[in-house]
T-cell receptor, first 111, second 117 residues
């Protein structure tokens, strides 16, 4: 069956370090993959989109990689700040115009 | 303000009742998506409309229905409510059927928090 897996355990890192979050998927062949940020009680906010023919995409302190062979995307936040603390969701086009979201990984950045 | 407007923000109702959640998409967006997010759960895709037509369906219960009107706003109707229907309901919009244009993702509203008692 189709599955999107993100680390269910929270990620705790020190301010200034690089946070790396993982999104693995099975039985999908997505044309693109998206990353969103969600704060408690708020709607997700779009961060980055990467297409299957792109290996890497950057935006300011954010970097996303997409390995269609490994069926994995990595999301990096460099020089992390306490304000980066949130839940980060990956999302795939699941076929038939459906976008399916992973359960998300909570990131805590300590000052 | 994301540009996607959801009303009401909070709704408390009793089991067995029916409610309607409303969503106005971002200006220019033709696609509307509904998602359910229960406590500590991920976003569950319910249904998608594009320019008034249903385009994709997720695990939406038969007690739930939705529609998109000519002015592109959408309503999600939830009937015979059960305690387990308590959740945050999000609406998102995008410009294209496939949901993406270049680096453009989905724009989410702030959600409607439904509590069934």
């Amino acid at each position: 069956s189709q599955k999107i897996e993100q680390n269910s355990e929270a990620l705790n890192i020190q301010e200034g370090k690089t946070a790396t979050l993982t999104c693995n998927y099975t039985n999908y062949s997505p044309a693109y993959l998206q990353w969103y940020r969600q704060d408690p009680g708020r709607g997700p906010v779009f961060l980055l989109l990467i297409r299957e023919n792109e290996k890497e995409k950057r935006k300011e302190r954010l970097k996303v990689t997409f390995d269609t062979t490994l069926k994995q995307s990595l999301f990096h936040i460099t020089a992390s700040q306490p304000a980066d603390s949130a839940t980060y969701l990956c999302a795939l086009e699941g076929g038939g115009f459906k976008t399916i979201f992973g359960a998300g990984t909570r990131l805590f950045v300590k000052a | 303000d994301s540009g996607v407007t959801q009303t009401p923000k909070h709704l408390i109702t009793a089991t067995g009742q029916r409610v309607t959640l409303r969503c106005s998409p971002r200006s220019g967006d033709l696609s509307v998506y509904w998602y359910q997010q229960s406590l500590d759960q991920g976003l569950q895709f319910l249904i998608q409309y594009y320019n008034g037509e249903e385009r994709a369906k997720g695990n939406i219960l038969e007690r739930f229905s939705a529609q998109q009107f000519p002015d592109l706003h959408s309503e999600l109707n939830l009937s015979s409510l059960e305690l387990g229907d308590s959740a945050l309901y999000f609406c998102a919009s995008s410009r294209w059927t496939g949901g993406v244009l270049l680096n453009y993702g989905y724009t989410f509203g702030s959600g409607t928090r439904l509590t069934v008692v």
